[in-house]
């Protein structure tokens, strides 16, 4: 890629492993070109899922039980949400484990561990494709700290 400007943001996340696995050379190449790798913000990332998931903000609202003003702030970057907060929205959303990581990941949040008897049950959960009540409600169930 010498010459030209490399676009992290166009690059796949399997593009970018190759390159790291295949082509050390030419990924620290562009890393030393300063070629504007960022990593995504909490907002950005929010907002890509929102729409990927044809749900605005004011739907993510109702369905986490959050107050607007709270959502709205965690939208624009002036409130960092706990992980509790992160999985009612994830719930909210339907994501699956994969996109529930990769938001922690984004936050800066420990991901969800298997071994981790109340993170293995809301692994379980967001598999099943359960909505953010029916989720709960298992949690307490199983005699786990719920999310409401």
Not at 13 to 26: A, V, Y
Not at 67 to 79: L, N
């Amino acid at each position: 890629m010498s010459g030209g400007k490399f676009d992290w943001e166009e690059k796949s996340t399997s593009e970018l492993f190759r390159m790291i696995q295949e082509s050390p050379g030419l990924f620290r190449e562009n890393l030393q070109m300063g070629s504007g790798y960022k990593e995504p913000q909490l907002a950005e990332y929010l907002q890509q899922l929102l729409e990927k998931h044809e749900m605005t903000i004011p739907d993510l609202i109702v369905k986490t039980l959050l107050s607007k003003s709270f959502v709205y702030q965690i939208f624009s970057g002036k409130r960092n949400p706990g992980r509790d907060i992160l999985l009612r929205m994830a719930f909210a959303m339907h994501l699956s484990v994969e996109e529930t990581q990769h938001l922690f990941l984004v936050a800066g949040k420990g991901a969800l561990y298997p071994k981790v008897r109340r993170d293995a049950v809301i692994i379980y959960c967001l598999e099943q494709g359960m909505p953010l009540d029916e989720a709960n409600d298992f949690l307490i169930h199983v005699s786990e700290r719920e999310l409401l």
